[in-house]
């Protein structure tokens, strides 16, 4: 029910960036999603690709520190209050969401939100007995 | 009781260590004296005699001699015999100015051997094991020195130098080396590498004879964790012959220093003082028997302490403390004394970083800055935002704590900070240029 992301630590300075995405890219990696959390000196960078496993192998042996995340994935129609619905439900049981982003896809009429929060095995209880669409790796 | 190579000089009674220091001394100052310019110079410009040594104590009447003075008589000022007896020359990397010029006769080569000999036997090796030298070959005194130790002790000696890491790990491996001679920042960039290519298991280096720069015990730690090999230090430098002045036997508590061969003294420079044992001070050394070039109270710039309690491995030769810093080496930020050494202590602690760091001092509106990058290596720390400043916040901590200042700390991708083959450079003081 989980799905994984790719975790990297990125120094804020240029070109790191493009060699990441070259050193995936150039072995036919493709990304499904992509979020940058910075600060002034380092950030996080914070993916899901088509292939986790051979993106973690990739990175790791081009050097960089990487890690395994899994977040929790929702779907809800793409219109307005869906995203605050589902974190109105969170708060009420009291979870913290450390950090969430979300897409659509042009051709749904869905969106596509993944969050990590502290308790994910209770997160997914709460959602799943609310009647939420969770995301699996495959539908993404 | 420990193998020992020279037993009969290793375990001398301290009575018999003075003594012999003193016959040797006072004929190393008469043929000082006797036989180089500058010393005679020196002696009779404060009315010094060599006869006027007496005791071990009238070594203190004897001036320093310094790098300057080594410089200075650049190429062979200093020599003390005529060049057809010196049969080898080897010289620092100086990377100001004219470098240090060392020769030596045979008699001098054979010293050294067996002093390099001594060190490796109290490190654990036998004539069983093989040497990976990976110290730089050429002018610089750590591969020949080393190599004909090793010879010495007759052991198998893999004479490979410095640089090409993947080669080497390669050698060690179909080698099987059982003992490896680094720096220490080497040794664990091999280390690093050999895990990296997945050989790790694979190498059979029981040992770790690591010298050329001062290591911590937090360094000596992860060396064994990650290699899973003995790693002992030893200590010498260029000016009074290379390494082999002293190195740690397998109590790793302080490296006994070959005093048949070289004269000890930790002084308080600023009071001009011979310390006690067990104060902290720079380390005089005073080569006994060199024929090719004898010094006298050779300022070493190394801070460390004696102790002349026998050890428990059976040798009752003095230890030094490791080096904690080199009066050159310590930085003065906004006042306060700041030892690298005192930040690595701090960083290796700590298991979430990598091995890798460097220190950058700068000076902004008038103000000192001292910022320490290290390398990130625990990707378990990538889960949220937070832990990586948490962590930041706990090396800032941890420094403020032992250096009293605050220190800017700054996370690196790892492999970013450029690794050394050679000397290691950590620190880069801005406020020079």
Partial sequence: MLVKQLSVFMENRPGRLYKLTHALGQEGIDFVTLSIADTKDFGIVRFIARDNEKAYEILKNAGFTVGITELIGVEVGDRPNALAEVVALMEEANMNIEYLYSFVLTNHNTAKILMRVEDTDRAVQLLESKGIKLLSEKIL | ?433
């Fill in chain 2, 1 to 433: 009781m420990q193998q020992m190579f020279s037993p009969e000089i290793e375990t001398m009674s301290r009575k018999e260590i003075a003594q012999m220091q003193l016959e040797r001394m006072k004929h190393i100052v008469a043929y000082a004296y006797e036989r180089v310019p500058m010393y005679k110079k020196r002696f009779d410009a404060i009315g010094l005699k060599p006869e006027h040594i007496k005791t071990l104590k009238d070594v203190e009447l004897i001036p320093y001699t310094t790098k300057d003075d080594l410089r200075d008589n650049y190429p062979f000022g200093l020599f003390a015999v005529p060049m057809k007896q010196i049969v080898r020359l080897h010289a620092s990397s100086g990377t100001t100015g004219k470098p240090i010029v060392g020769g030596y006769t045979r008699k001098d080569l054979d010293n050294w051997s067996t002093c390099i000999a001594r060190l490796l036997v109290a490190a654990g090796a036998t004539d069983e094991d093989i040497f990976h030298v990976a110290f730089g070959y050429g002018l610089f005194t750590g591969g020949f020195g080393l190599h004909y130790g090793v010879e010495k002790l007759g052991a198998t000696v893999v004479p490979v130098s410095s640089g090409n890491t993947e080669r080497q790990i390669m050698l060690l491996k179909d080698f099987g080396a059982t003992a490896l001679i680094a720096t220490p920042s080497y040794a664990m960039y091999l280390a690093e590498t050999a895990k990296k290519m997945g050989v790790l298991d694979e190498l059979k280096v029981r040992l770790v004879c690591m010298g050329a720069e001062a290591s911590t015990a937090e360094t000596h730690q992860a060396l064994q964790d990650l290699l899973g090999a003995f790693p002992t230090e030893n200590y010498g430098l260029t000016e009074v012959g290379g390494p082999g002045v002293s190195g740690e036997c397998r109590e790793k508590a302080g490296m006994h220093i070959n005093e048949d061969m070289f004269y000890p003294e930790i002084v308080n420079i600023e009071q001009n003082k011979v310390l006690k044992e067990g104060e902290q001070g720079e380390l005089l050394i005073t080569t006994l028997v060199k024929e090719g070039m004898p010094i006298l109270r050779y300022r070493t710039k190394d801070i460390t302490s004696l102790t002349y309690e026998p050890c428990k491995c059976g040798r009752t030769l003095a230890r030094m403390a490791r080096v904690v810093g080199r009066t050159d080496d310590m930085l003065i930020i906004r006042g306060v004394n700041v030892f690298p050494s005192q930040i690595e202590g701090v960083l290796m602690g700590m298991k979430e970083l990598g091995k890798t760091y460097e220190i950058v001092v700068d000076r902004v509106n008038y103000m000192d800055t001292i910022e320490v990058r290290v390398e990130v290596g625990d990707a378990n720390l990538l889960t949220d935002y937070g832990k990586l400043e948490e962590l930041v916040a706990k090396i800032k901590h941890a420094l403020r704590v032992v250096l009293q200042i605050d220190v800017k700390v700054k996370l690196v991708e790892p492999f970013s900070i450029k690794r050394a083959e050679g000397k290691v450079k950590r620190v880069t003081d801005l406020r020079k240029k």
